[in-house]
């Protein structure tokens, strides 16, 4: 079968960093995709794996390790406005999203 | 990265009448369209797929003579809400793709239309 999991919330201060994962589990894979997503917002792309690493772009990044079935976005130097839902999503084998059921970030002064 | 415009971005409408939500994708051919349902604080969950020119695909759980979509050109595809009722009130929101192109892994979104029905 498919799943996919992230955490459901997480806090961090403003100006630390935090590491956000994301477990799956597919028998076909097309890559995997980050998105950010403020509340009553619709989502914005962050990121998108297909080998395994790290992705640098900016103050964002994001690590896939295919056989282990993990990946992780890295946000550094945080600041207020990354406050938001944090979507994993992998692309199976019939090029369907699916989807992490989000990770609520807040950020703390 | 491409533009999917989506409207409207909020309507509100009485228990039983119908509400169409347009997605258009203005600089590049959307093969395929998914419409998504966000409940608050729920990640989307999808409701069908629908490929240019073909019937929609629904989910499993999702009513196709309730949701009628159609996606008629490579740049536009409809959803319509009949016989809205106070529990269809959410957020909808488009995602557009092109998968002929090696691009076309990405989903643009469109900017989602929050319905709420009295």
């Known amino acids: 079968g498919q799943n996919i999991d992230q955490p459901t919330e997480m806090t961090a201060t403003e100006g630390a960093i935090v590491q956000i994962n994301c477990t799956y589990q597919?028998?076909?894979?097309?890559?995997l995709f980050w998105y950010q997503q403020h509340a009553g917002e619709a989502p914005t792309f962050l990121s998108y794996?297909?080998l395994d690493g790290l992705e640098e772009k900016g103050r964002f990044s994001s690590f896939l390790s295919r056989s282990k079935g993990y990946s992780y976005l890295l946000l550094k130097e945080l600041q207020m406005k990354d406050s938001a839902s944090y979507l994993c999503a992998f692309m199976d084998s019939n090029y369907q999203l699916i989807w992490g059921a989000g990770t609520k970030l807040i950020i703390k002064p | 990265g491409a533009v999917v415009s989506q409207h409207p971005s909020w309507v509100i409408c009485k228990s039983g009448t119908s509400v169409k939500i347009e997605c258009r994708s203005l600089?590049?051919?959307?093969?395929?369209m998914f419409w998504y349902r966000q409940f608050p604080k729920q990640s989307l969950m999808l409701m069908a797929t629908?490929?240019?020119?073909?019937?929609?695909?629904?989910e499993q759980g999702v009513e196709k003579d309730k949701f009628l979509i159609n996606h008629a050109s490579l740049t536009l595809s409809t959803l319509t809400v009949t016989s809205a009722h106070p529990e269809d009130s959410s957020f909808y929101i488009c995602?557009?793709?092109?998968?002929?192109?090696?691009?076309?892994?990405?989903?643009?979104f469109g900017q989602g239309t929050r319905l709420t029905v009295v």
């Open positions: 629908s490929n240019e020119g073909s019937k929609a695909t629904y």
């Open positions: 597919t028998s076909g894979f097309n890559g």
């Open positions: 995602s557009a793709r092109d998968l002929t192109t090696d691009s076309g892994t990405e989903a643009f």
């Open positions: 794996n297909v």
């Open positions: 600089d590049f051919q959307a093969t395929t």
